[in-house]
C-alpha cells in the first residue's frame, strides 16, 4: 500500500498560483491529482505515467501542471491563473497499473492520501 501525504493547499485570489505537494512512500506506475467541490463528487484534474505522460481535464488544460521528482518520491501540482470553481479539497492518488488517464474514476485508485483544501476568492 502507498502512503500519500498532500501539503501546499490554502486561500488565494483568483488569479492567483498555488503548488500542491504529495510525498509518497513509493512510486507506482501511475500517480494522480484529483479534487471535490463541496457539494459535488470528486474529480480527475491531472494524471501522471511512469514514463512522464500526462493527462489533463479539460477545465484544468493550459493553467495547471502536474509533475514528479523521482529522487524525491514527490508529486506536485502547479496551479496558475486560478478561479472561483478551482475551489475543493484536492486529493493524490495512486494507481499500479495501465491505463493512467484523468478519464479514470475514483475506483480505478486504490491509494488515497487525506486531501488538502484549495480556496479560491473572486
Known amino acids: 500500500q502507498v502512503q500519500l501525504l498532500e501539503s501546499g493547499g490554502g486561500s488565494v485570489e483568483a488569479g492567483g498560483s498555488l503548488r500542491l505537494s504529495c510525498a509518497a512512500s513509493i512510486y507506482t506506475y501511475c500517480m494522480a491529482w484529483f479534487r471535490q467541490p463541496p457539494g459535488n463528487e470528486r474529480e480527475g484534474v491531472a494524471t501522471?505515467?511512469?514514463?512522464?505522460?500526462?493527462t489533463y481535464a479539460d477545465s484544468v488544460k493550459g493553467r495547471f501542471i502536474i509533475s514528479k521528482d523521482n529522487s524525491k518520491k514527490i508529486l506536485y501540482l502547479q496551479m496558475n491563473s486560478l478561479k472561483p470553481e478551482d475551489t475543493a479539497m484536492y486529493y493524490c492518488?495512486?494507481?499500479?497499473?495501465?491505463?493512467?488517464?484523468?478519464?479514470?474514476?475514483?475506483?480505478?485508485?486504490?491509494?488515497w492520501g487525506q486531501g488538502t483544501q484549495v480556496t479560491v476568492s473572486s
Open positions: 492518488a495512486a494507481r499500479g497499473r495501465k491505463p493512467c488517464t484523468v478519464k479514470s474514476g475514483v475506483p480505478d485508485f486504490r491509494d
Open positions: 501522471i505515467a511512469s514514463n512522464f505522460s500526462t
